[in-house]
Antibody, heavy 121, light 108 residues
Framework: QVQLQESGPGLVKPSQTLSLTCTVS??????????WSWIRQPAGKGLEWIGR???????NYNPSLKSRVTISVDTSKNQFSLKLSSVTAADTAVYYC?????????????WGQGTLVTVSS | DIQMTQSPSSLSASVGDRVTITCQAS??????LNWYQQKPGKAPKLLIY???NLETGVPSRFSGSGSGTDFTFTISSLQPEDIATYYC??????????FGPGTKVDIK
């Protein structure tokens, strides 16, 4: 059974860069059968897709965040990562990593538990 | 961008009731529509993919239908464990992914 686990600082100062890592267990991130996404949810609000990466390193980003987002993959550690630059209070949210099977790439079938990131000085 | 609306935003129903949630897209999205259940403090869980397909392991009381711009999610007999917020999610080939605002379901 695949499991995803987010990790990273829970507090980031405004204007700095938010960095999170998702560790995948129970399966290989380099199998070539999946996309790996980041999704966030401000407290009490809805879900926003941030972007995704394929094993090859190919990425797709939400246009509204594209200028500030970088997603990368480290197959040797079975991890993928998110960097979001120039953060403001509006970036405070629970951040989830999630998986999409390449055959049904439009949905997210496995999710991490989420990690709260607060942007505050 | 494609906008997603859901209605109602919240509802209260009795155990055993049939519950229906609708999701509307601002333009034709074919059947590119999924439904998720999110319980407080938990990650969303995929229930229905591509409008009407039940994800493996999901109880059969959950179902989905629709295509184009109008979609429906149904719980045929509400159970206490179904208390949650339900989200629709659309996708396209760009790719873009967008979630609806959610419907909170409570027990009356």
């Amino acid at each position: 059974q695949v499991q995803l686990q987010e990790s990273g600082p829970g507090l980031v100062k405004p204007s700095q860069t938010l960095s999170l890592t998702c560790t995948v267990s129970g399966g290989s991130i380099s199998s070539g059968s999946y996309y790996w996404s980041w999704i966030r949810q401000p407290a009490g609000k809805g879900l926003e897709w941030i972007g995704r990466i394929y094993t090859s390193g190919s990425t797709n980003y939400n246009p509204s965040l594209k200028s500030r987002v970088t997603i990368s993959v480290d197959t040797s550690k079975n991890q993928f990562s998110l960097k979001l630059s120039s953060v403001t209070a509006a970036d405070t949210a629970v951040y989830y990593c999630a998986r999409s099977w390449i055959q049904l790439w439009g949905n997210f079938d496995y999710w991490g538990q989420g990690t709260l990131v607060t942007v505050s000085s | 961008d494609i906008q997603m609306t859901q209605s109602p935003s919240s509802l209260s129903a009795s155990v055993g009731d049939r519950v229906t949630i609708t999701c509307q897209a601002s333009q034709d999205i074919s059947n590119y529509l999924n439904w998720y259940q999110q319980k407080p403090g938990k990650a969303p869980k995929l229930l229905i993919y591509d409008a009407s397909n039940l994800e493996t392991g999901v109880p059969s009381r959950f179902s989905g239908s629709g295509s184009g711009t109008d979609f429906t999610f149904t719980i045929s007999s509400l159970q206490p464990e179904d208390i949650a917020t339900y989200y629709c999610q659309q996708y396209d080939n760009l790719p873009r992914f967008a979630f609806g605002p959610g419907t909170k379901v409570d027990i009356k």
